[in-house]
């Protein structure tokens, strides 16, 4: 290879990958931000990383559901006041870049509240929206 294709090739690497974990830092910011709201009590904080739009998929325990509206009564009716929402932290376990606009998140979440204490898994499809990253599907347990 030439050395001129050789510094192109480079280039291009090292600007993809800088895209990629500004991207991470973005994910990672937003999740920041749901937990910081989830821990106010604020529910529609949190739903604030979700997209608003009838097609969002969530999948927990009961099966598929559709709908960011569907999404925020369910919050809404399974954590009904601050015993049951008490503090939430998340730990990234990866960000996978699928493609230009979705991403591809693993991670754990835990709960530390007086109702008891609860955790899981979960993973996450990201998907940049006019020019924001947001989750379009969560499946969680």
């Given at each position: 290879m030439s050395r001129g294709l050789y510094l192109l090739a480079v280039l291009f690497?090292?600007?993809r990958a800088f895209a990629q974990n500004k991207d991470d830092a973005v994910i990672?910011?937003?999740?920041?931000?749901?937990?910081?709201?989830?821990?106010?009590?604020?529910?529609?904080?949190?739903?604030?990383?979700y997209w608003h739009s009838d097609s969002l998929?969530?999948?927990?325990?009961?099966g598929p559901q559709y709908g960011y509206s569907t999404t925020l009564a369910r919050?809404?009716?399974?954590?009904?006041?601050?015993?049951?929402?008490?503090?939430?932290a998340f730990?990234?376990?990866?960000?996978?870049?699928?493609?230009a606009d979705y991403y591809f998140v693993i991670g754990k979440w835990a709960l530390q509240r007086k109702a008891g204490d609860v955790d899981?898994?979960?993973?996450?499809l990201i998907k940049r929206i006019d020019g924001e990253l947001k989750i379009v599907v969560d499946h969680s347990s």
């Open positions: 690497l090292s600007f990672r910011k937003m999740m920041d931000r749901q937990a910081t709201e989830w821990n106010k009590g604020n529910i529609e904080g949190f739903m604030s990383g998929m969530f999948i927990g325990s009961s919050y809404k009716s399974k954590y009904p006041d601050a015993a049951h929402m008490g503090k939430l730990t990234i376990v990866s960000i996978k870049k699928l493609s899981g898994s979960f993973s996450l």
